[in-house]
């Protein structure tokens, strides 16, 4: 099979939360470890640091990948969903895994796939540790895809493990209290491996405390400690509710060498290192075009926020989401004085524009309906003014198709 036929069986034939939501979260790690084993366990053949959470945890995996990198070692780093290209999931260095690996993998793998009907998910994290293990990497930092507990990523024993922060997504299958949910992302704390908390939150705090000590891991909150003001490569005051967790993890990290240089110049550069993209993003000038890939309550407030401090005339602010959101409650996050562009990303779980309009007029957010991200980014481009701000976001997948 070509690249883009392999893709195309992986995505049709396998079962994908992002596009098929529920049906696709497994509920126990039996796949992952069989397909490990058949491997030959390649998790067991590199260093990492496991990193979870419900916003932050990206960028985080990011801005630790890239400070380590200027330190010189060989960083393997595995995120999820991409944007574009599935190979911006798997990265060693900034450099994306080649085509025709991918397409090696699928074919060489392709009967244990079948007879064990493997998630896309066990298929993608089993890539990820066999390249990684194979091109002999330092360390990997390993992005949870969804909770951690029952997480395809949750068969490593790494070095340290970081949880971001606790927030209400996915409460159909983590849970529908930040306690609950908290219970499934310290899933991944490991016994005698140090945990670190970016953020904390009483509801939460005792969660992970004790989840530590059944594990006798040390436990480390980010925010009982203080840290130097650096300068980040991604805009959006935002992320400095993560840098305290990145610092702390590198603190934390022990047998890798890790200079005050390293840390300013990988929290600066972190964007030529690892290629991240749509953490506020800036796409357009006059006007100004910012996209960004948050999609939950926690998330969609923080970069609305952000929003409020830009200067501007008219805001525009063109949206989508995919199905299984509470819109109701997202909607009450946003500003009555913008002009909305309700679309619906290109994905099984996009949600109706027309749903969307309905929802967010009834809170009183005035705008037209289009069938397509590009088609409503478009009529903004033609109605926004030189000083007038477009936002786009509310879901992966409506900044991959501006991206």
Same mark, same amino acid.
């Given at each position: 099979?070509?690249?883009?036929?392999?893709?195309?069986?992986?995505?049709?034939?396998?079962?994908?939360?992002?596009? +098929?939501?529920? $049906?696709?979260?497994?509920?126990?790690?039996?796949?992952?470890?069989?397909?490990?084993?058949?491997?030959?366990?390649?998790?067991?053949?590199?260093?990492?640091?496991?990193?979870?959470?419900?916003?932050?945890?990206?960028?985080?995996?990011?801005?630790?990948?890239?400070?380590?990198?200027?330190?010189?070692?060989?960083?393997?780093?595995?995120?999820?969903?991409?944007?574009?290209?599935?190979?911006?999931?798997?990265?060693?260095?900034?450099?994306?895994?080649?085509?025709?690996?991918?397409? !090696?993998?699928?074919?060489?793998? +392709?009967?244990?796939?079948? @007879?064990?009907?493997?998630?896309?998910?066990?298929?993608?994290?089993?890539?990820?540790?066999?390249?990684?293990?194979?091109?002999?990497?330092?360390?990997?930092?390993?992005?949870?895809?969804?909770?951690?507990?029952?997480?395809?990523?949750?068969?490593?024993?790494?070095?340290?493990?970081?949880?971001?922060?606790?927030?209400?997504?996915?409460?159909?299958?983590?849970?529908?209290?930040?306690?609950?949910?908290?219970?499934?992302?310290?899933?991944?704390?490991?016994?005698?491996?140090?945990?670190?908390?970016?953020?904390?939150?009483?509801?939460?705090?005792?969660?992970?405390?004790?989840?530590?000590?059944?594990?006798? $891991?040390?436990?480390?909150?980010?925010?009982?400690?203080?840290?130097?003001?650096?300068?980040?490569?991604?805009?959006? $005051?935002?992320?400095?509710?993560?840098?305290?967790?990145?610092?702390?993890?590198? $603190?934390?990290?022990?047998?890798?060498?890790?200079?005050?240089?390293?840390?300013?110049?990988?929290?600066?550069?972190?964007?030529?290192?690892?290629?991240?993209?749509?953490?506020?993003?800036?796409?357009?000038?006059?006007?100004?075009?910012?996209? !960004?890939?948050?999609?939950?309550?926690?998330?969609?407030?923080?970069?609305?926020?952000?929003?409020?401090?830009?200067?501007?005339?008219?805001?525009?602010?063109?949206?989508?989401?995919?199905?299984?959101? !509470?819109?109701?409650?997202?909607?009450?996050?946003?500003?009555?004085?913008?002009?909305?562009?309700?679309?619906?990303?290109?994905?099984?779980?996009?949600?109706?524009?027309?749903?969307?309009?309905?929802?967010?007029?009834?809170?009183?957010?005035?705008?037209?309906?289009?069938?397509?991200?590009?088609?409503?980014?478009?009529? @903004?481009?033609?109605?926004?003014?030189?000083?007038?701000?477009?936002?786009?976001?509310?879901?992966?997948?409506?900044?991959?198709?501006?991206?």
């Amino acid at each position: 099979m070509t690249y883009k036929e392999t893709l195309d069986w992986m995505f049709a034939q396998l079962p994908m939360y992002q596009n +098929k939501g529920k $049906s696709a979260f497994n509920s126990k790690l039996d796949g992952i470890t069989s397909f490990a084993e058949h491997l030959g366990a390649p998790q067991t053949k590199f260093k990492s640091i496991h990193v979870a959470g419900t916003n932050g945890k990206g960028s985080s995996s990011h801005l630790l990948a890239s400070v380590l990198q200027e330190a010189g070692y060989k960083v393997g780093l595995y995120t999820s969903p991409h944007l574009k290209d599935f190979r911006e999931r798997i990265r060693i260095n900034g450099k994306k895994i080649a085509k025709n690996q991918v397409v !090696d993998f699928i074919a060489d793998n +392709k009967p244990f796939f079948t @007879a064990n009907k493997l998630s896309f998910f066990e298929m993608t994290v089993g890539m990820a540790f066999s390249y990684f293990a194979a091109q002999e990497i330092d360390i990997a930092i390993i992005e949870v895809g969804l909770g951690g507990r029952l997480d395809s990523t949750n068969i490593i024993i790494p070095e340290v493990s970081l949880i971001t922060n606790i927030g209400l997504d996915h409460t159909d299958m983590l849970g529908d209290t930040l306690a609950k949910i908290a219970e499934e992302k310290a899933g991944i704390i490991k016994p005698n491996v140090p945990v670190v908390i970016s953020e904390f939150n009483e509801e939460t705090a005792l969660v992970f405390k004790t989840v530590a000590q059944e594990n006798n $891991s040390e436990i480390k909150f980010a925010e009982d400690s203080k840290y130097l003001d650096y300068e980040i490569g991604l805009l959006g $005051s935002y992320q400095k509710k993560n840098i305290k967790g990145v610092l702390a993890t590198l $603190s934390t990290l022990t047998g890798f060498k890790v200079t005050e240089n390293n840390i300013v110049k990988g929290l600066k550069h972190i964007v030529e290192n690892t290629q991240l993209m749509g953490r506020w993003q800036q796409i357009g000038l006059d006007p100004t075009i910012i996209c !960004d890939t948050a999609h939950n309550k926690e998330g969609i407030s923080l970069v609305l926020d952000q929003v409020k401090k830009q200067k501007y005339k008219v805001l525009h602010i063109v949206v989508g989401f995919v199905k299984g959101k !509470d819109i109701s409650e997202i909607s009450s996050l946003f500003p009555k004085d913008a002009t909305y562009y309700y679309c619906k990303p290109k994905n099984f779980r996009g949600l109706d524009e027309k749903d969307l309009e309905r929802v967010f007029s009834e809170r009183g957010l005035k705008g037209s309906v289009y069938n397509s991200v590009n088609k409503a980014l478009m009529a @903004a481009k033609k109605r926004a003014k030189k000083n007038d701000f477009i936002y786009v976001g509310g879901s992966n997948f409506v900044v991959a198709e501006v991206l």
